[in-house]
């Protein structure tokens, strides 16, 4: 929820300060107008269904010949890597050996998602004033990874082994035996199960560097992916196949005229 609102005020920050931008831009000629052939950044993102760190990617904006509604238009390519969490994921920490554990986590689920789309021009800097806004929108496959997630299991005969969460096992443990910690992240990746899904976005885009060839800005944006079965991240838990999520993403690269 705290994410939700953050992303809420931070987009409508940036909307004010758009309505003020063009307001005191609007009087200027085009002509005075930054333009630039490519745009390639990487970036660090978050989004309301991961943790704080929810991702990466590499973007990229080509221009085009044509104009749409009279603004530069571009050709936008993108690659994302992030990190999905259920709403129903609570981390624990047992205070004699400090070992952490999300109890009822089966998977993992990793999204890569290839993007492409357009990218339009919506208010552009003049000479080396203000910030230059785009909108963005773009679709592509999305690549879900489920992979499972380890846990310490303590045996009958004294003995801890590391293998995935099963909700039939792990649940029914008795007094001698049961689970002492979560096993390793790097664990587990030959057994990651693939699901394949389609994914569509909308989102903004804020450049606010003050150096026209090395830029810093931010995308904030919406989200809807949808896989072809549920992905099954948590086993006491209603899981999903549709997914819908905000996001900002704060990235920094470079630009070529």
Do not use: C, W
Not at 45 to 73: C, D, E, H, M, Y
Not at 152 to 175: C, L, M, N, W, Y
Not at 177 to 194: N, R
Request: a positive charge; hydrophobic letters at 40%; charged letters at 20%.
């Amino acid at each position: 929820m705290m994410r939700v609102k953050l992303l809420l005020s931070v987009s409508i920050l940036f909307a004010i300060s758009t309505d003020i931008y063009a307001q005191r831009k609007g009087a200027k000629i085009e002509e005075n107008e930054e333009s630039y052939k490519t745009f390639t950044s990487v970036g660090i993102s978050t989004n309301t269904n991961s943790g704080i760190l929810g991702g990466a990617v590499f973007r990229q904006s080509s221009a085009l010949p044509s104009k749409l509604f009279g603004k530069n238009q571009y050709r936008y390519l993108a690659l994302e890597l992030v990190n999905v969490k259920h709403p129903k994921e609570l981390s624990t920490q047992d205070f004699v050996t400090g070992a952490r554990l999300v109890y009822g986590k089966q998977n993992y689920l990793f999204v890569l998602r290839p993007e492409y789309g357009r990218e339009l021009t919506l208010f552009n800097r003049h000479e080396d004033e203000g910030i230059s806004i785009s909108g963005i929108i773009a679709a592509g496959p999305s690549l879900g990874l489920e992979k499972p997630y380890m846990v310490q299991f303590q045996t009958s005969d004294g003995r801890v082994v590391t293998e995935p969460f099963d909700p039939i096992k792990h649940a029914g443990s008795s007094q001698t035996t049961g689970i002492v910690g979560a096993g390793s992240f790097f664990q587990g990746f030959g057994q990651t199960k693939i699901v394949p899904g389609l994914h569509i976005k909308t989102a903004m885009s804020f450049e606010l560097s003050a150096f026209r060839e090395n830029v810093t800005g931010v995308e904030i944006g919406f989200i809807a992916e949808a896989f072809t079965r549920k992905v099954d991240i948590m086993a006491f838990a209603e899981n999903r196949s549709f997914y819908t999520s905000g996001y900002l993403t704060l990235y920094f690269g470079s630009k070529k005229k």
